[in-house]
């Protein structure tokens, strides 16, 4: 149980277009979802959490018309790399809350930006 | 500023012997503190988690063990496999403040056969 989808795996798109990465709870409901982002030999940063139904919660430094987050439903959420440049090039993972405290992981999405 | 740190970014150990690796935060208002573990290229996967109401937590062959007067909480395996090589990342939060997981650089094992 509590599996996490992440679509596409691995992407890559010219600069100035846009990408959307879809993330899914494939057997649980989650009503929080968030998204990450990893540099190579770095830590995972939180980007954003998202609630279904509300509008998301971006941290400080995240660009919220650059990165556009939709929580449709309780099973869904997308991430949406809007005119990707290069420097955005990056690993995105998202996780969903199931319980208080758990959050389970999708297997990332690789974008590359040439 | 990196309020969750992991000091040692490799650590080599021989199958059979006891993993453990450490983590330090900075913030005390964070009450629950997990572990998880991450092949390259994949998402992380949840291990182990302790709240701060306890200073150990046990299941199967991970331990995690908190001490709350030094800001410090490791992990150990015991016994260590070889499948067990990944990078280990922990993570605090406080749950007063939000959502927000807050994640240490982590720390490659290599369990050596």
């Known amino acids: 149980g509590a599996v996490v989808s992440q679509h596409p795996s691995w992407v890559i798109c010219k600069s100035g277009t846009s990408v959307k990465i879809e993330c899914r709870s494939l057997d649980f409901q989650a009503t929080t979802m968030f998204w990450y982002r990893q540099f190579p030999k770095q830590s995972l940063m939180l980007m954003a959490t998202s609630n279904e139904g509300s509008k998301a919660t971006y941290e400080q430094g995240v660009e919220k018309d650059k990165f556009l987050i939709n929580h449709a439903s309780l099973t869904l959420s997308t991430l949406t790399v809007t005119s990707a440049h290069p420097e955005d090039s990056s690993f995105y993972i998202c996780?969903?809350?199931?319980?208080?405290?758990?959050?389970?992981f999708g297997p990332g999405t690789r974008l590359t930006v040439t | 500023d990196q309020q969750v740190k992991q000091n040692s970014p490799s650590l080599s150990v021989q199958e059979g012997r006891i993993s453990i690796l450490n983590c330090d935060y900075t913030?005390?208002?964070?009450?629950?503190f997990l572990w998880y573990k991450k092949y390259p290229a994949e998402g992380p996967t949840f291990l182990i988690s302790i709240s701060s109401i306890k200073d150990k937590n046990e299941d199967g062959r991970f331990t995690v063990f908190l001490n709350k007067s030094a800001k410090h909480l490791s992990l150990h395996i015991v016994p260590s496999q070889p499948g067990d090589s990944a990078v280990y990342f922990c993570a605090a939060r406080s749950t007063n403040t939000g959502n927000q997981f807050y994640f240490g650089t982590g720390t490659s094992l290599t369990v050596i056969p």
């Open positions: 913030n005390s208002m964070f009450d629950y």
């Open positions: 996780s969903a809350e199931q319980y208080t405290y758990e959050q389970y």
